[in-house]
């Protein structure tokens, strides 16, 4: 599974949108970019995940690189619900979802 | 549609007793984990199933550490004996399938050895 590099921590104001960051510069060709988030005391959270194509959903948009080393995940409107840590994750075949330290997000009134 | 299904919900047990834990997957989901997280850390990949079969086990500490998967469905995590760095949240998981496909996850078990 490719390593991932996340800041550990991003504050975004209130109704903006948030933008976390994510390298995977050893991602190979067949790996999926999975993004999660957890909020205190609760189990991770599946929000997107993507392969080579930009990908949107009810919650997010991800945003892949052509050459897939990084990839960008998109809260278009963050409220204070939000404010969690999120893990981008690189995931091949059978293998494991494999959790770094994430990224910290604190939504600011 | 009914989630992962953890128990209990905390447990505190003294060092070197032994301690079960029990997950209900999703039905129909083939694929299950566990993972242990350490205040502080993301959460760390224990054990991986595949149906009933085990599929990644590289990271569970094997001299203390167990887990099965009976008839492919419910699984049981056990610690014994347990050691004060064994203080931790278990989580388990489960997907449709290994890749792919979203993992959802449990609340966990949080365990503390005094």
């Known amino acids: 599974d490719a390593k991932t590099t996340q800041p550990p921590s991003m504050d975004c104001a209130e109704g903006r949108a948030a933008n976390l960051p994510c390298n995977h510069s050893?991602?190979?060709?067949?790996?999926?970019v999975y993004w999660y988030r957890q909020i205190h005391s609760q189990g991770p959270q599946y929000i997107i995940h993507?392969?080579?194509n930009n990908e949107t959903n009810e919650m997010a948009s991800l945003i892949i690189t052509e050459d897939r080393k990084s990839s960008t995940l998109i809260l278009p409107h963050a409220t204070l619900r939000d404010t969690a840590v999120y893990y981008c994750?690189?995931?091949?075949?059978?293998?494991?979802?494999?959790f770094g330290t994430g990224t910290r997000l604190t939504v600011i009134p | 549609e009914a989630g992962v299904a953890q128990s209990p919900r905390y447990k505190i047990i003294e060092k070197r007793q032994s301690v079960a834990f029990w997950c209900n997957p999703i039905?129909?989901?083939?694929?299950l984990y566990w993972y242990q997280q350490i205040l502080g850390q993301g959460p760390k990949l224990l054990i991986q199933?595949?149906?009933?079969?085990?599929?990644?086990d590289s990271q569970l500490p094997k001299d203390r550490f167990s887990a099965e998967r009976l008839k492919g469905v419910d699984s049981t995590l056990k610690i014994q004996p347990a050691k004060l760095e064994d203080s931790a949240v278990y989580l388990c998981?489960?997907?449709?399938?290994?890749?792919?496909?979203?993992?959802?996850f449990g609340q966990g078990t949080r365990l503390t050895v005094v």
């Open positions: 039905s129909g989901h083939a694929t």
């Open positions: 994750i690189g995931q091949t075949g059978a293998n494991n979802l494999f």
């Open positions: 998981a489960s997907s449709l399938e290994a890749s792919g496909t979203e993992a959802f």
């Open positions: 199933f595949q149906n009933n079969g085990v599929v990644d």
């Open positions: 993507g392969l080579k």
């Open positions: 050893t991602i190979s060709g067949n790996e999926y």
